[in-house]
């Protein structure tokens, strides 16, 4: 009967977490800070965080350089971002099917200086993958593009 009980209370809580929108998708770890020089910050849920290597990234996260500073991250498709001193960068949507590789991922800078290596969503679908600055929205079809986004 215990079992019984434990099973109900788990079926519950999942169908909760489906029912609601939220959960464990929410907290997916996307990519790892890999390097980083100076003053870096992740923005996550309204709180601020000083970043070390080893840190893992999550979807919605805000990765923020300060003067003099660097961060490399590599993300779970094999993409690779180097950002530079003074550079925000919000990870807006990422989902990945490592079976598949099928996936989307898409970034906001809003300043600062960006070295992309893509990895294999944006190999596996063209237009897959997608930074968007105060100007324009850059596409990636496995390439490396280095972006600059000044005031």
Do not use: C, W, Y
């Amino acid at each position: 009967m215990v079992q019984r009980s434990v099973l109900v209370v788990v079926l519950l809580f999942f169908s909760f977490l489906i029912g609601t929108g939220t959960g464990l998708a929410e907290t997916e770890e996307i990519g790892q800070i890999k390097t980083l020089k100076g003053d870096v910050i992740i923005l996550r849920s309204g709180a601020e965080q000083a970043a070390q290597p080893g840190d893992v990234l999550h979807k919605a996260d805000v990765v923020q350089t300060g003067a003099d500073s660097s961060v490399g991250i590599t993300f779970i498709d094999g993409s690779r971002f180097a950002a530079g001193p003074q550079t925000r960068l919000a990870l807006k949507r990422f989902r990945f099917n490592p079976t598949t590789q099928d996936g989307e991922f898409s970034a906001e800078m809003k300043q600062g200086t960006l070295t992309v290596v893509s990895g294999h969503i944006a190999k596996q679908s063209p237009d897959a993958m997608k930074i968007v600055t105060p100007t324009t929205i850059l596409g990636f079809r496995g390439t490396t593009v280095a972006i600059e986004v000044s005031e």
